[in-house]
């Protein structure tokens, strides 16, 4: 497993140091490894072999998140909308785990940080992984369902959330549209 959260004790995990608006997870790989992290990723030089150095620990994790979703043999569906993201990827994650072993994140896990992590902790044998795609700006639906490769992606709803960042509600539909270009062949 990965976590970006040097709190967590999570016995043979991987710690990835990412700078945040607030912190910097670099600061913090000693105290992922004192809370039991097997190696940590950070940009910061350490003569450490627990602690292995990155100039881009974000972009690491995105690569590896990358090669292990390629090898999942599993039908992934990717949510979007301005509204119910998080309800209706906890309404299908719970309904295809009654049928199939299906993961999901149980968090809102839905930006630059969440959807690697979420992708890079599925477990090896499932049915389906439902996943979580949100956005504030045109361009990161097209980047993280190229991390994802959907079978399968829904578009809840186009409404006015972000309105900020675009100038009118046709730029927010063709910004959630981005998932239409990356939905797997035959998806």
């Known amino acids: 497993s990965a976590s970006i959260n040097s709190r ?3 016995k043979n995990s991987i710690f990835i140091g990412i700078k945040g608006k607030k912190f910097d997870g670099n600061n913090y790989a000693d105290d992922a490894v004192k809370n039991k992290a097997i190696l940590a990723i950070t940009n910061k030089k350490k003569n450490n072999k627990k602690k292995i150095f990155n100039r881009k620990p974000l972009n690491f994790l995105n690569k590896i998140s990358y090669i292990y979703r390629k090898s999942l043999n599993a039908n992934t569906i990717a949510i979007t909308g301005s509204a119910g993201k998080t309800s209706v990827k906890e309404l299908t994650g719970f309904c295809l ?3 199939e072993k299906t993961h999901f994140s149980k968090k809102s ?3 630059k940080f969440g959807v690697p992590l979420s992708i890079f ?4 044998k499932i049915k389906y992984l439902v996943l979580e795609v949100g956005m504030d700006k045109k361009g990161e639906i097209n980047y993280l369902t190229k991390l994802i490769r959907p079978n ?3 578009i809840t709803n ?4 972000h309105i900020k960042n675009f100038k009118n ?3 927010i539909a063709k910004a959630k549209g981005e998932i239409i270009d990356n939905i797997a062949h035959n998806g």
Request: proline content about 4%; aromatic content about 8%.
């Open 109 to 111: 896990f839905n930006n």
């Open 152 to 154: 399968l992606g829904l």
């Open 169 to 171: 509600l046709s730029q």
């Open 8 to 10: 967590n004790k999570n």
């Open 97 to 99: 785990n009654k049928l």
């Open 121 to 124: 902790n599925t477990p090896e």
């Open 158 to 161: 186009i409404s006015y959330a």
